[in-house]
């Protein structure tokens, strides 16, 4: 499976961005995707994820403000973000995943994409 992120870039505090992630290959092999961040000199963090059961997760300093979703028929994930912070500065990368019986069999990563957000 192949991931490629698109969409990041330089705004204003108050902005929005929206990015995509464009997935190409065995991609049956995928039931979890989700979005992740990497500040510098931070660790990597899951941003918003939705799971192999339809269920999503937030990271709490976005809700309301950050919208992932789907088109299955695209093979293409989004991470609308608005009301961008300062913080909400980083590198944001696409995931793929397989779970299976309660493990995280497969795990794919897109190059990331860098979005700066201005004060």
């Known amino acids: 499976v192949q991931l490629v992120e698109s969409g990041g870039g330089l705004v204003q505090a108050g902005g929005s961005l929206r990015l995509s992630c464009a997935a190409s290959g065995s991609t049956f092999s995928i039931n979890a995707v989700g979005w992740y961040r990497q500040a510098p000199g931070k660790r990597r963090e899951l941003v918003a994820g939705?799971?192999?059961?339809?269920?999503?997760n937030t990271l709490n300093s976005v809700k309301g403000r950050f919208t992932i979703s789907r088109d299955n028929a695209k093979n293409t994930m989004y991470l609308q973000m608005n009301s961008l912070k300062p913080e909400d500065t980083a590198v944001y990368y696409c995931n793929a995943a397989y779970w299976a019986g309660g493990q995280r069999l497969a795990d794919y990563w897109g190059k990331g994409t860098l979005v700066t957000v201005s004060s």
């Open positions: 939705i799971n192999s059961d339809g269920s999503t």
